[in-house]
């Protein structure tokens, strides 16, 4: 979450299209899966998520919408 508020701080309110366009702090790795989050973007809004850890349901899963207000 910060490294995207950081982005968008930067850019003029804008959310990056994807994870790898974040370039002024580093994004750390999901910690469930030592993978990438999974992040979209559509217009002014995007979706970060991490699944749930091994055995938990998806009530364990992480979502956050986020949009963005200029």
Same mark, same amino acid.
């Given at each position: 979450?910060?490294?995207?508020?950081?982005?968008?701080?930067?850019?003029?309110?804008?959310?990056?299209?994807?994870?790898?366009?974040?370039? @002024?702090?580093?994004? %750390?790795?999901?910690?469930?899966?030592?993978? +990438?989050? =999974? #992040?979209?973007? !559509?217009?002014?809004?995007?979706?970060? @998520?991490?699944?749930? %850890?091994?055995?938990?349901?998806?009530?364990? +899963?992480? =979502? #956050?919408?986020? !949009?963005?207000?200029?």
């Amino acid at each position: 979450m910060e490294a995207i508020r950081s982005h968008a701080a930067s850019h003029g309110g804008q959310l990056p299209q994807n994870l790898a366009e974040i370039t @002024e702090i580093s994004v %750390p790795k999901d910690p469930m899966s030592g993978a +990438a989050f =999974r #992040y979209a973007r !559509t217009g002014a809004t995007a979706v970060l @998520e991490s699944p749930a %850890p091994p055995g938990g349901g998806a009530k364990d +899963a992480t =979502r #956050y919408e986020i !949009t963005a207000k200029n």
